[in-house]
């Protein structure tokens, strides 16, 4: 099993294990993704890059998408909650 | 401006999933220069995400004959357009790829299909195998309450693999009747390999409780999913949960084929015997030609693969193999083809696209995909339709009617770095 790594979400650092995606360390943060047009607070669904619901900002860099993008060291992840 | 790189092809694999793995190794084998392009972090497509670094796995064997082979791996990068014949632009995370072929093979695979339900667009109401991808990619279930609903053998191999890692699964819940499931069970008689898998699932999957004829009517939750209520044999039973894992089968990927001008029917990319589309030169592999399963994506990929390389006639004995595998995937159709009341599970004001946030009622006022889309902003947020797409599709009949590129988001830069080769050659040639 690979080392856990530390992450930023929305300014609290949380471990996650090593590999992890961003949109996993989002949900462990019990944090949301996005919100939508509306306003309503949206999470990850198709979990394969398809879908576009977990879009978060991560390293400053607006419209990621979470789930596709693994977890580095010191990353520092913001949602739209 | 971000620079772009460029590279050239004898054979171009777009996808890196069983089919696309098959087809690259295949390909590289006869001797040709191969480039597996795949917008994931890693190759394995869905099915065999994460696996990369796990023993005695089948992965794992084409994995290691794909680089004896010697093909180029780009993994994080995904295709969002053809600026002239034999060229296709992906984005990476360091910038632009342009990357040219001779032969090109398409084996972008499938995604779930998503039908809306009150409730549908709480968090951790996941794709099932939305889910499962989650928690290959670190997500710890261990100790979660998990309905798994919707349709098709993916929610079973999903429960297995929930349950293995300690997910607690109440119930399975699969819109198909026990009638059709029962023909489904005797065509994987006709199937070794299928019954092998289908003992195993069995025992995983031992004190369950399976419902047919039984779906999701409503998510409820303040922050997240907390409960669901199912129908089950014309009943409402409320289940409380930790995540609703909900998909009703599989739909193509087959945007990028249609860009390209491959022939479509009912969405399925169209093949000759060798696996090649409408288009010369361009081959399709795997989910895209028909929702049919990892063995069957491996052989089409395999054809694919040797026919682009140019060894057509190695690929002429595994036909056989791949029409019987084919008949197989007839069946599934058959047996997971929804039902009908399924159209009445979004009340109106549910959200049908989840992009812009368009509801059931505002739809219903129109009377085809380009006037909803065009009146109500349906399918044109970022997803471009992936999602409400095929929902639409089964909810009001509508076809979508074109497809332009950039088929996915894409940075401004991405689209302005490409310079078509005649321009080129003027600005290298100089004038006059």
């Known amino acids: 099993m690979p080392e856990p790594i530390t992450v930023t979400v929305n300014g609290t650092s949380l471990a996650v294990p090593g590999g992890a995606t961003v949109a996993v360390a989002i949900v462990l943060a019990g944090a949301a993704c996005r919100k939508s047009v509306t306003g309503e607070t949206r999470g990850p669904l198709c979990g394969m890059g398809i879908c576009y619901e977990c879009r978060a900002v991560i390293n400053g860099q607006l419209h990621c998408r979470s789930c596709q993008i693994i977890c580095q060291p010191g990353m520092e992840v913001r949602t739209d909650e | 401006m971000s620079n772009i790189t460029r590279d050239q092809f004898d054979v171009l694999v777009v996808g890196g999933g069983p089919a696309g793995l098959a087809a690259a190794t295949c390909a590289a084998e006869c001797g040709r220069h191969v480039g597996v392009v795949d917008d994931n972090p890693a190759l394995g497509g869905q099915i065999w995400r994460g696996e990369v670094g796990k023993a005695a796995s089948e992965a794992v064997d084409w994995y290691a004959r794909l680089r004896a082979a010697g093909a180029n791996v780009l993994c994080g990068a995904r295709v969002f357009h053809q600026p002239e014949p034999e060229v296709l632009l992906a984005e990476a995370p360091d910038g632009p790829l342009e990357l040219k072929y001779k032969k090109l093979i398409l084996a972008t695979g499938a995604r779930e299909r998503f039908l809306p339900f009150p409730g549908w667009t709480l968090p951790n109401v996941m794709g099932a195998g939305g889910l499962q991808a989650l928690v290959k990619s670190g997500l710890p279930i261990a100790g979660k309450r998990v309905v798994v609903a919707g349709s098709g053998p993916l929610l079973l191999a999903v429960a297995a693999y929930l349950r293995q890692h300690g997910a607690e699964i109440p119930i399975i819940c699969e819109q198909a ?4 499931l029962v023909g489904f069970s005797l065509a994987l008689l006709r199937q070794p390999q299928k019954v092998r898998q289908g003992f195993a699932l069995r025992k995983q999957l031992a004190g369950i409780s399976f419902a047919a004829s039984s779906w999701p009517v409503s998510a409820r939750g303040e922050r997240a999913v ?13 289940v409380p949960c930790d995540y609703l894992a909900c998909g009703f089968h599989l739909v193509p990927n087959s945007e990028l084929a249609a860009l390209l001008g491959c022939r479509l029917r009912d969405d399925l990319v169209q093949v000759d015997d060798y696996q090649q589309t409408s288009v010369a030169g361009i081959f399709c592999a795997g989910e895209p030609t028909g929702i049919g399963g990892l063995e069957l994506s491996l052989v089409e990929g395999r054809i694919a693969g040797l026919a682009a390389g140019g060894s057509a006639p190695a690929a002429k004995p595994l036909f056989a193999e791949r029409e019987k595998l084919r008949k197989f995937a007839r069946v599934l159709d058959r047996t997971f083809s ?22 059931c009622s505002r739809l219903a006022q129109h009377t085809s995909w380009r006037a909803a889309k065009l009146q109500t902003r349906c399918g044109m947020g970022p997803c471009q339709a992936r999602v409400c797409g095929p929902a639409t599709g089964f909810l009001f ?11 996915f988001p894409t940075r401004f830069e991405n689209l302005i770095t490409f310079s078509p080769e005649a321009e080129r050659s003027e600005i290298t040639g100089g004038r006059g």
């Not at chain 2, 009747?177 to 059709?180: A, E, Y």
């Not at chain 2, 907390?226 to 409320?238: F, H, L, W």
């Not at chain 2, 929804?338 to 509801?359: F, M, N, S, Y």
Request: some cysteine.
């Open chain 2, 177 to 180: 009747s026990w009638g059709s």
């Open chain 2, 226 to 238: 907390e409960e669901v209520v199912i129908s089950q044999s014309g009943k409402n039973k409320t």
């Open chain 2, 338 to 359: 929804l039902r009908a009341e399924l159209r009445g599970l979004p009340l109106p004001e549910t959200i049908v696209c989840r992009c812009e946030d368009v509801t």
């Open chain 2, 397 to 407: 009949g509508w076809a979508q009617d074109s497809i332009r590129p950039p088929i």
